[in-house]
T-cell receptor
């Protein structure tokens, strides 16, 4: 039973560029949440997707957008990258919105 | 806004000593979840508490949820090197999962 898978594992981008990160949820999970975790900090909630809709959003600018596909996989897009966007981006899936989260290994994004 | 305060930020212990981290919420929580993140890893779900006053044990780990459902604690007895990592609480309130800042458990050499 595959857990949450994320790709790519590492990414280096230049300021101003755009990036797309991908996530496949754990089998049987239909809810996907995205988090940003800066070094030494706790996870910061970006948004949650359910039934292909953004159900909830954290305090992140519109440069951060996402999508959920009919097979429940999800993408996180970040436009106009800033140096401060350098972080570990974690995808988590769950059975329901308030159920325990199962995290993927994350994508380490470095913006130079 | 809604907050979950988690203390301490760091705890240095000798191997074999106990470790405790505390979480306090500004609002009543419908449940509280605990996660462990090893260095270089991702958060891993440990347990969820739902009922007022609930106490759950996992081997050397004891989790408590306060009577008012506003606070929680994690206590580790006789720490081992495998316990090293950062422990996060996350409470569900008003359709939001609110994370504490984490407590980093460091074993003194």
């Amino acid at each position: 039973d595959a857990g949450v898978t994320q790709s790519p594992t590492h990414l280096i981008k230049t300021r101003g560029q755009q990036v797309t990160l991908r996530c496949s949820p754990k089998s049987g999970h239909d809810t996907v949440s995205w988090y940003q975790q800066a070094l030494g900090q706790g996870p910061q909630f970006i948004f949650q997707y359910y039934e292909e809709e953004e159900r909830q959003r954290g305090n992140f600018p519109d440069r951060f957008s996402g999508h959920q596909f009919p097979n429940y996989s999800s993408e996180l897009n970040v436009n106009a990258l800033l140096l401060g966007d350098s972080a570990l981006y974690l995808c988590a899936s769950s059975l329901a919105r308030n159920s325990p989260l199962h995290f993927g290994n994350g994508t380490r994004l470095t913006v130079t | 806004g809604q907050q979950v305060m988690q203390i301490p930020q760091y705890q240095h212990v000798q191997e074999g000593e106990d470790f405790t981290t505390y979480c306090n919420s500004s609002t009543t929580l419908s449940n509280i979840q605990w996660y462990k993140q090893r260095p270089g890893g991702h958060p891993v779900f440990l347990i969820q508490l739902v009922k007022s006053g609930e106490v759950k044990k996992q081997k050397r780990l004891t989790f408590q949820f306060g009577e008012a459902k506003k606070n929680s604690s994690l206590h580790i007895t006789a720490t081992q090197t495998t316990d090293v990592g950062t422990y996060f609480c996350a409470g569900w309130s008003n359709y939001q999962l609110i994370w504490g800042a984490g407590t980093k458990l460091i074993i003194k050499p």
